[in-house]
């Protein structure tokens, strides 16, 4: 009876530890490596990594030498696990379990250890997470400064996770380094999948499979940090605009607030409702949907099989058959006709969310190395909408038939290496004094970071300190993006390191010898900082070199100012800066040369040929691009404040580039909507709102290119005393007109019988909701960009249809298409990459080379 007892007694301990265990085990771990731990900035508990380290020989703790400004909590990053050997953590897990695998990485400065030489593996079981890899490489080619790599393992028939950190062997002195794992249990959302363009019988079943998350992005909405994410799985989920292909954006649809979700037999854990509540649409007229697709382009590693899982919730129709759409990945057909995608036909009713997964192999193969997704309407099934939606994406990287799932460093683009970049060196020290604060959260994916992953896709780079060939892809879903070029010695008062960083610094005596010794016939054209010269470096390169006129105190901020600014833009509608010198008491610009000068000198007052209405359009749709992407594209909006067809410039194949940014303005977060400045800008463009109040925001801009656009319209300057006291100001006499219906009296009698009547009320129409009295009555740049191209398009298709001109002919305009149906205006950033569309047909359809279809 007494060992009866004494069984009972231990078998009740024994359950009471087991059920302890497995209690633990269930639980979101968060490990700080090499710190106590504590708390970060999300209140979420981090505890010490040492009960878990299971060889700690040749490990030791560090904190970072510097701060990055962009870290948004100090733990887990300014603290690391440093390993010389190999070393291994052991995390009790359940065996029936999927588990959630995050690593930390800042490649900072460590003492005693050149982060440089950091190259290593991560093995968790049988898993090859990474090999040979470099967090600071992969941070610098991103311009991040630190890391996340998020990975869903399989269950596993073993009650402990091994996870091994091993120091290559093929450098010297080289070492393993983390500063933070995050283990979190969560349920398998993974089953059957359907194989690219193979029948049902293909389908896969990845249930048991090992992924890497390459990208996560909430279609259509705002960035969700881990703390609103679903199923307690703290992920992050990034705006998907930066990955959209060229400027067809479609438009971004919203559900309204007290709109319900209703997951019924889809898991919580699978997206957050604030997922489904936002989507990208087509937009609402179904004639034009049909000329273009919605594309989304992903940088990918080669010779993967990838999970592409695409997330769905109709909450603006309720019926079968409303809207239909194909979608396409990589050119081949994932769910088209005869079986194109109906969301209400897949969910049954509205404010059901579902995520349909497709599988696709990336070969190793010229222009491979993406994943491209695309939706168009479907017209078999003689839908009641011609529109498509898509609310979420996922894409994951399967492990291969060795259990690998590592890809190659990146190496540095040359765009990067340009700026002074190199990468065999810590560039985030406490003697770096000049590094660009990173934007919170879902700002890492800018559209400069996009621009570098797919230059690094284009190039097919070759890895520094790799093995095997570069990776192609740059994830961009960090959680930052500060930029941590390393810059010389300033030979300059007044620009900045980051100037120095990105911009060329050139002696008083090029400048000098390249404007021959600023001789006054080499005068192009004479502004408030100074005159303009013509002039040639480098044995034959054609600049424009404005030189600031030294009596000027204003000079001085302009020229910072102008600086600052353009050495952190490069688009294909911004003038680009060279250059600068500030030498011998001198301050000069140096900027590529527009061989075509300023829109305005094409307009009137001149002997010049006068512009077909065509041109104009095309030039006011590139001056909108670059427009655009000043208020949505970069770090933070950039308020232009001196918008003018003087500051509008041509180059030589009449690409319109806006420039002249010494009065421009940034809006830090912009949390109250404006930035309260001295009011500046040019007579006869500013905005009333903005002179009274003193209040600027990006609709002072939108103010301002509505005077642009009845300029182009109207062939006259903004302000002309010489006419009747009401018709001085060009906006108020437009708008006037515009009223009564006499517009087209004071059009441009050159454009007479010229243009298409409907792409002229449609441009008229724009350009007076520009010049709104109340800057939010204003559409966004990007509304007004999305009606020009519309105007375009009316005035192309009435010249093909009369016959003025063939379907074949070219037009140097692309476009981005922007309606709705309903919700909220679209705010995107347009990707660069310099290919246009083959003809006027092409204009909405953004996919130069159709393939697939």
Known sequence: MENIQRFRLSFVWFALIFEAFVSVSSQPLAVACGSKGGKDEDGRNWESDEKYLKSSHGSTQLQAGYQDPSLLSTIPYMNARIFTSPATYQFPIKSTERYLARFHFYPSAYSNFNISNSYFSVIAGEVTLMNNFSAEITCEALTQAYLIREYSLAPLDSEILTITFTPSTNYTNSFAFVNGIELIAMPNLFGMTA???????????????????????????????????????????????????????????????GFHIRYRNLSHSSAPEDVYRTARAMGSDGHLNLMFNLTWWFP????????????????????????????????????????????????????????????????????????????????????QYYDSQLNGVEIFKLDDENKNLAGSNPQLSSMLLETGSEPKKSFRSKSNNSVIAGAAGGAAASLVLVALALYAYRKRRQAGGADSRASSWLPLHGNSNSNGSKYGKSNSSHASALAQGLSRHFSISEIRQATENFIDSNVIGVGGFGKVYKGVIDGGTKVAIKRSNPSSEQGVNEFQTEIEMLSKLRHKHLVSLIGFCEDGGEMCLVYDYMALGTFREHLYNNKKPQLSWQQRLEIC???ARGLHYLHTGAKYTIIHRDVKTTNILLDEKWVAKVSDFGLSKTGPEMNQG??????????????????????????????????????????????????????????DWARHCHKIGTLEEIIDPHLKGKTNPECVKKFADTAVKCLSDQGIERPHMGDVLWNLEFALQLQVSADIASGLIDQGSSTSSDSSVRSQRQGNNSQGSEIELNEEPDNQIDIFSQLVNQKGR
């Open 674 to 731: 404006h930035v309260s400045t001295v009011v500046k800008g040019s007579f006869g463009y500013l905005d009333p709102e903005y002179f009274q109040r003193q209040q600027l925001t990006e609709k002072s801009d939108v103010y301002s290119f509505g005077v642009v656009l009845f300029e182009a319209l109207c062939a006259r300057p903004a302000l002309n005393p010489s006419l009747p006291k009401e018709q001085v100001s060009l906006a």
């Open 300 to 383: 990918v590693d080669a010779n993967f099989t990838y999970v592409v899982r695409l997330h769905f919730c109709e909450f603006q129709d309720d019926m079968v058959n409303q809207r239909v759409f194909n979608i396409y990945i990589n050119n081949q057909s994932a769910q088209a006709d005869p079986y194109p995608a109906d969301i209400i036909g897949w969910t049954g009713r509205k404010g059901v969310p579902t995520y349909k997964d497709y599988a696709i192999f990336v070969y190793d193969g010229p222009s491979d190395e993406m994943v491209m997704i695309q939706m168009t309407p479907s017209t078999e099934s003689k839908p």
């Open 621 to 623: 749709i590139g001056a």
């Open 195 to 257: 194989v690219v363009g193979c029948d049902s019988s293909s389908d896969l079943d990845i249930s048991s499979e090992n992924f890497q998350l390459m990208f996560r992005l909430n279609v259509g909405g705002q960035y969700i940090p881990p703390s609103k994410d679903s199923g307690g799985l703290f992920r992050s989920w990034y705006n998907d605009d930066p990955y959209v292909f060229a400027a067809a954006l479609g438009v971004n649809i919203e559900a309204d607030k």
